[in-house]
């Protein structure tokens, strides 16, 4: 699961600040995937390639399970 030619272009126009807060908004599990695409415009799937690039695969695992386990929406718009 590599990241794609665009993809590294689109994160490399990300500046550090903008690549941290995107990774903590993630991991704190209480951003959907929505506002995360609102906000950056990167789909559910390449969210979870760029955090597998920057919190490794250990870290990305855990997250994965603990995300499995939430009840929330995390791909639907708060009404």
Known sequence: MGLSKSLK???SELSDK????L??????DKVS???IK?????TPGEVEKILL???GQKRFKRWKV??????TNKGRPID
Do not use: H, N
């Not at 903008?18 to 807060?21: A, G, I, N, V």
């Not at 990774?23 to 704190?28: G, L, P, Q």
């Open 9 to 11: 272009l689109r994160i």
């Open 18 to 21: 903008e690549m941290k807060k």
């Open 23 to 28: 990774v903590k908004m993630t991991i704190a």
């Open 33 to 35: 995937y929505f506002d």
């Open 38 to 42: 609102k906000i950056f415009g990167f």
């Open 53 to 55: 690039k920057e919190l």
């Open 66 to 71: 603990r995300q499995g386990k939430r009840s």
